[in-house]
């Protein structure tokens, strides 16, 4: 069973930030937060992904509470292509393999 | 481009056929994984190498499939006598240091 409980759907206005959450309250010391979407019909889409600090790449960011029971994937600016599903999935680093849950399903509106 | 590749990206076949996917990695990663995905659930993890090593098999992976990375480098999966219940995406994925990054998928039809 995947350790991450995530909504089920989020809404966002284009050109505003998404704030996507997420708990995951048994997480591991050495276990990593990952973050993927999927857009319709295509692949899962690496994110990012953090241990305890905060992270931030071109695509988003990773807020990470302090005692890593739960995070945070933000988009600044929402476009229409992000609309897909997030997924927010705890592994223990790249050899692990990954379990998925539902996601939260994102729709950006114009 | 040098992401994940796979073939074919949708295959039909009656059931009871034999079906083959081939899936190519980004070429210095040295870890293979395939997933299943079936419609409004996330992917499930089925099978993993590390080169030419198959280390781990999910219980989803019934004796009907088989995985295989010959010589580290692509590798297939062969579903034999197909059910229609092995109607799914099949995804490949490759990792680095940093994360796996997945291939388009095979879309299978068993009708």
């Known amino acids: ?110 | 481009d040098t992401g994940v590749s796979q073939n074919p990206r949708h295959k039909i076949t009656k059931r009871g056929q034999n079906v083959t996917f081939r899936c190519d990695p980004i070429s210095e990663h040295n870890r293979l994984y395939w997933y299943r995905q079936t419609l409004g659930q996330g992917p499930e993890f089925l099978t993993y190498f590390q080169n030419e090593a198959q280390l781990e098999k999910s219980r989803l992976l019934s004796d009907r499939f088989s995985a295989e990375r010959p010589k580290g480098s692509f590798s297939t999966l062969e579903i034999q006598r197909t059910e229609q219940g092995d109607s799914a995406m099949y995804l490949c994925a490759s990792s680095s240091s940093r994360a796996q990054y997945f291939g388009p998928g095979t879309r299978l039809l068993v009708l």
């Open chain 1, 1 to 110: 069973d995947a350790k991450t409980t995530q909504p089920t759907s989020m809404d966002c206005a284009e050109g505003r930030a998404a704030n996507l959450p997420c708990n995951h309250s048994t997480i591991s010391g050495n276990e990593y937060v990952y973050w993927y979407r999927q857009i319709h019909s295509q692949g899962p889409q690496y994110i990012i992904h953090g241990l305890k600090n905060n992270e931030t790449n071109e695509m988003a960011s990773l807020i990470i509470t302090e005692d890593r029971k739960s995070s945070t994937l933000i988009l600044p600016h929402a476009t229409l292509r992000d609309t897909a599903v997030y997924y927010c999935i705890v592994a223990r680093g790249n050899t692990d393999k990954l379990i998925f849950g539902t996601g939260t399903r994102l729709q950006v509106f114009p």
